[in-house]
């Protein structure tokens, strides 16, 4: 099931760059021959382009994105604990001295 998101997003990335170029080459195209049905269309593209974009782009981040958190957290846990316990003595420490 996440390996068709991931795929989905990728495909919908891809097609939302394909549109707005198509999109670019229209505009441009629409420019040189002061085609002003051409220009709309152009920016429709690259309204729906975006869109794509849009969608591709957090369907991949959101594919991606319990892997590198799960993986940060494996990896800083350690650190995270042994400061922990350090403060916890450390306030024990203190809050001891000032009786």
Same mark, same amino acid.
């Given at each position: ?14 097609? &939302?760059?394909? #549109? %707005?170029?198509? =999109?670019? /080459?229209? $505009? ?21 382009? &975006?869109?794509? #974009? %849009?969608?591709? =782009?957090? /369907?991949? $981040? ?32 203190? $809050?001891?001295?000032?009786?």
């Amino acid at each position: 099931m996440s390996n068709s998101k991931k795929v989905l997003g990728w495909a919908l990335l891809s097609l &939302g760059v394909l #549109i %707005i170029l198509t =999109g670019f /080459l229209s $505009f441009a195209n629409a420019a040189t021959n002061f085609n002003l049905f051409g220009g709309a269309m152009s920016m429709a593209l690259f309204f729906v382009g &975006g869109i794509f #974009i %849009i969608i591709g =782009g957090l /369907l991949v $981040f959101f594919m991606h994105v319990g892997k590198v958190h799960s993986h940060l957290a494996e990896q800083t846990a350690p650190g995270i604990e042994k400061t922990s316990e350090a403060l916890g003595r450390g306030l024990k420490k203190g $809050f001891k001295g000032k009786k």
